[in-house]
Nanobody, 120 residues
């Protein structure tokens, strides 16, 4: 069974930084694209940042220049470095990974979510 386990959320003041981590565990062939989504109360879940297996990245406009997504393939882990945090970044952040469970079968997995609160 594949699992994604997130860590690193918390309470931070505006202008502060946090680093989220998401590690994949279990039995699988390879990890393809990975990403971070967020969902604030009353809002739809949105893609914040994505990274391909070749480390190409993309970001939602509102976080460009402040957030950085990266991955460590040896550790099956994706990170989200969040700098210059704003109150509007407050949300539950979810890790997502597209994983080849065999050489022919791909499935999408979600982490459990981690709360990020930006407030003074």
């Amino acid at each position: 069974q594949v699992q994604l386990v997130e860590s690193g959320g918390g309470l931070v003041q505006p202008g502060g930084s946090l680093r989220l981590s998401c590690a994949a565990s279990g039995s699988f062939f390879s990890i393809n694209a990975m990403g971070w989504y967020r969902q604030a109360p009353g809002n739809q879940r949105e893609l914040v940042a994505g990274i391909t297996s070749g480390s190409r990245t993309n970001y939602v406009d509102s976080v460009k220049g402040r957030f950085t997504i990266s991955r460590d393939n040896a550790k099956n882990t994706v990170y989200l470095q969040m700098n210059s945090l704003k109150p509007e970044d407050t949300a539950v952040y979810y890790c997502n990974a597209n994983i080849s469970v065999t050489s022919r079968v791909r499935r999408n997995y979600w982490g459990q979510g981690t709360q990020v609160t930006v407030s003074s």
